[in-house]
C-alpha cells in the first residue's frame, strides 16, 4: 500500500481531493508536517494506491482505506483532514470509526448530495472525451482566486510551474473524476454529520473567490455537525490549503491545540 508519512508530532490523515493525488495538495502536506506526523496516500481507486478498491461500496470503500492507512501505520487515534471531495470521505470515516477520530477537519467540503453545474453534468457522461477540456478550463475559472491569494506575479508563476509539474508527472484520470463526482451528487452524509462526536473544525475560503463549492454550501457542516467551529482563509476560495498552506496549518494546529487532548511533545514542535 503506496502511503507518504512525513513530519513528527500528532498523527494527522490527510484524504486529498477529487484528483485522487495526494500530489496535488502537497503544499498542504508539506506545511502540516511542520507540526504533525502526516500520513496522506491516493485513493484506493488509483493504481498507485496498492489498494483494493470495491467500487460497489462507494463512499465505504475509501472509508475502509482509510483505516487501513491507520492499521499499517500503527496509528490508534489521528487527525482526519478531508480536502474537498476527501471531506465526504473523512466525515464518514469520523462517523463509523468515533474511537479512531481524534478531530475532523473539513476542507471546503461539498455538501451532502451536492448537485453539479450543467457542464459538469455534460462531463460526467463523456469524461474520456471532455475530461481534457474541463481540466483545460480550470485555470482560467480559478484565475481569480490566484490573483487574490498570490498578488505577486513571481509567486503566481512560481504557483503556476508547480501545477502544471505536478499535472504532467500525475495527470488525473478523467474517468475517475467523473465516477468521484457522480458519487458527491448520491452520497448524503447528514445522517453521518449527526452521529460525529470529535471536534470538528470546518475551514473554507473567502465568500465570493470559491469557484468550485460555494463557501456557504461548505459552512453548512456547522449547522450538521454538533458543536462544529468554522475559520476561513482570507484572500483564498477553493485552493486555500495550497495557496496559502502555512496559514492553512496554522488555523489546524490552532484548532487541534485547543480543542482537543492532542499535545505536542514540546511547545517548539
Given at each position: 500500500m503506496n502511503i507518504i508519512d512525513r513530519g513528527l508530532g500528532p498523527p494527522l490523515v490527510l484524504v486529498p481531493s477529487v484528483h485522487g493525488r495526494w500530489e496535488y495538495v502537497a503544499p498542504a502536506v508539506d506545511a502540516l508536517a511542520a507540526s504533525f506526523r502526516v500520513l496522506t496516500f491516493p485513493l484506493c481507486d488509483e493504481p498507485s494506491s496498492g489498494a483494493q478498491f470495491d467500487a460497489a461500496r462507494g463512499l465505504d470503500g475509501y472509508v475502509e482505506h482509510v483505516l487501513s492507512v491507520l492499521d499499517r501505520t500503527g496509528v490508534d487515534r489521528a487527525v482526519?483532514?478531508?480536502?474537498?471531495?476527501?471531506?465526504?470521505?473523512?466525515?464518514r470515516f469520523a462517523a463509523s470509526h468515533p474511537l479512531r477520530t481524534a478531530a475532523l477537519v473539513l476542507v471546503s467540503t461539498p455538501p451532502p448530495a451536492m448537485q453539479l453545474k450543467r457542464r459538469h453534468q455534460i462531463y460526467m457522461r463523456w469524461p474520456w472525451l471532455l475530461g481534457p477540456l474541463l481540466l483545460a478550463e480550470a485555470p482560467w475559472r480559478l484565475r481569480p482566486e490566484v490573483r487574490v491569494a498570490l498578488p505577486g506575479r513571481a509567486e503566481?508563476?512560481?504557483?503556476?510551474?508547480?501545477?502544471?509539474?505536478?499535472?504532467?508527472r500525475t495527470p488525473p484520470s478523467p474517468m475517475r473524476m467523473a465516477a468521484r463526482a457522480r458519487l458527491m451528487t448520491r452520497v448524503d452524509i447528514r445522517p453521518d454529520c449527526e452521529r460525529i462526536t470529535a471536534p470538528t473544525l470546518v475551514v473554507t475560503g473567502q465568500p465570493g473567490l470559491d469557484y468550485v463549492v460555494p463557501v456557504d454550501a461548505s459552512s453548512a457542516y456547522t449547522q450538521l455537525i454538533r458543536r462544529a467551529h468554522i475559520s476561513v482563509i482570507e484572500r483564498t476560495g477553493h485552493l486555500g490549503s495550497v495557496t496559502r498552506p502555512d496559514v492553512f496549518a496554522a488555523i489546524v494546529r490552532d484548532f487541534v491545540a485547543n480543542r482537543t487532548g492532542v499535545r505536542w511533545p514540546d511547545a517548539a514542535a
Open positions: 482526519v483532514c478531508g480536502i474537498s471531495f476527501g471531506g465526504l470521505i473523512a466525515a503566481r508563476r512560481r504557483f503556476s510551474r508547480l501545477a502544471l509539474k505536478t499535472l504532467v
